[in-house]
């Protein structure tokens, strides 16, 4: 393949074949017959065509049926959807869509693993033709790879772009980085290189449960976030990395990675939270008011503590038993508040706070639960370094 390019822009493409050039019975043509076949990359329709047929969406409900998000998988063998952990993090049931339209419920997942964001689910009722699996080092940096976006309930479009990176992480392990990446109801859909073989699945994220914060109101937006590196967008895990159960092997439900903490429970939305934010402490006024100083998401542990405020307005008078607790990336919790038991009046501004020990935290990244009753109603992420600013507040790592 020749590629054109101006100013670093793709601007065209070019595919052509170079054969031996001797004639029927020749030396070359022997030796060309025991190598594989020469493959001709297929045209973007049928590239699509072959990915809309093995593609299925996959809509996250919680245990009253109420969807929680939605994303995409795609089949890799008989009854076997592979998709992004990420999608299917917290739900109670699964329900896949096909293709055709063709609908069926899954509770059973056959291998997972969290870290790497891969899940393969055990899919009855419902097939599709699976994709065939690139060989592990049949890609490279500046390939050109293609993937389905959702667009819209039924709606597939396919998009191309390039892999312009591959790194590994520690505990997450291998990535491969995007030129682009498809939208949150894409996510987990494969990543397909010209023949349209699997590469990858889309998602790839770093730390489990920020895609949680969806519709989550923060104090400080979501981009401040990304650039924290708390959330990397536009990679994908590459299928090296995904485990294929033999037929027979053991499976788990939804509820039992509940149970074993594989899940991130999900954030019960509350109508009454304005907002929640970080800082380094939070002042309370005379006047009844509290001023939140130095917001930010990353300390230092030598800064000792940090805090964390919720504002609420709620309707009616209400009485809430409020726990913070935060977890690592391994879904175990650190540090936990003892419940703080209260009456919110109804009509009245309310803000809670809390002054948090972080001084005993090992560096790294970690997710805070404000939890209301036993139910987690907001959450945020935040890392932890060794490093001292020049003002004294922790720097990023």
Partial sequence: MVQALVDGELTGT??????????????????AGSAEPMRNPLAPAALYGKANASTVAIENRNEHGQMLNAGEG???????????????????????????????????????????DWAILQVTGTEGPPFAIAKADSWSVGDRCFYLDAAGPGNRVIVA??????????????????????ANTGIGTALLDEYGDAIGVTGGVLVPGVSTLEGVRAGVPANLLLAGGLAVPAMA??????????????????????????????VVHRDDIIFGTMAREVHREKDGLV????????????????????????????????TISIFDLDNKAVNQSAPDVSATPGGKLVFLSKA???????????????????????????????QIGSDGTGCAG
Avoid at 242 to 263: M, N, R
């Fill in 14 to 31: 070019h595919t052509f074949q170079v054969d031996s050039g001797m004639s029927a019975g020749g030396g070359a043509d022997a030796a």
């Fill in 74 to 116: 795609f089949f890799i063998g008989p009854g076997l959807v592979l998709t992004a952990f990420q999608v299917i993090d917290g739900a109670s049931s699964l329900r896949i869509v096909a293709a055709g339209g063709q609908a069926t419920d899954t509770k059973t997942v056959t291998a997972w693993n969290r870290r790497q």
């Fill in 161 to 182: 772009t390039s892999i312009v990176g591959k790194n590994t992480f520690p505990h997450a392990g291998d990535r491969i980085s995007l030129g682009t990446s498809p």
């Fill in 237 to 266: 895990t590459p299928m090296s990395q995904v485990s294929v159960p033999v037929p027979g092997a053991k499976t788990s439900t939804l509820e039992e990675l509940t149970q074993t903490g594989q899940f991130v429970a999900p």
């Fill in 291 to 322: 001023d939140a100083v130095q917001e930010k998401y990353e300390f230092s542990r030598s800064d000792g503590h940090a805090a964390v405020l919720l504002s609420l307005d709620p309707t009616r008078k209400q009485k809430v038993a409020t």
């Fill in 356 to 386: 948090l020990d972080i001084g005993k935290l090992e560096a790294g990244v970690y997710r805070l639960d404000v939890v209301m009753n036993g139910n987690p109603v907001w959450r945020t992420f935040f890392r932890i370094t060794d």
